[in-house]
């Protein structure tokens, strides 16, 4: 499956963004999705995932209350709105796919080129 994130930016402390990562190649509800950040000099980190219907979620603790993963299967997408963004949230976001659920970076099979969201203070 080829992953395309979109949706990066600069924000201000406190704004908003909603990145989305497109899906195509194979059937794209049958992935678990997820998206991973990485921040400069420091390593891949998990964000969030979504189960295969989207009734499944999970989140880093950094984030929880703040964003929010969804999928759209009939346009085989995925989002992540990001709120009350801070300046730690400053990282290239990845989307990611795999079959099974997990929050384990080395498990996804299939990565996004990147996206960058930079929080200013």
């Known amino acids: 499956v080829q992953l395309q994130a979109s949706g990066g930016g600069l924000v201000q402390a406190g704004g908003s963004l909603r990145l989305s990562c497109a899906a195509s190649g194979r059937t794209f509800s049958g992935y678990v999705m997820g998206w991973f950040r990485q921040a400069p000099g420091k390593e891949r980190e998990f964000v969030a995932l979504?189960?295969?219907?989207?009734?499944?979620?999970n989140y880093a603790v950094s984030v929880k209350g703040r964003f929010t993963i969804s999928r759209d299967n009939a346009k085989n997408t995925v989002y992540l709105r990001m709120n009350s963004l801070k300046p730690e949230d400053t990282a290239v976001y990845y989307c990611a796919a795999r079959r099974y659920y997990s929050d384990q970076t080395d498990d996804y099979d299939y990565w996004g080129q990147g996206t960058q969201v930079t929080v200013s203070s």
């Open positions: 979504i189960s295969w219907s989207g009734g499944s979620t």
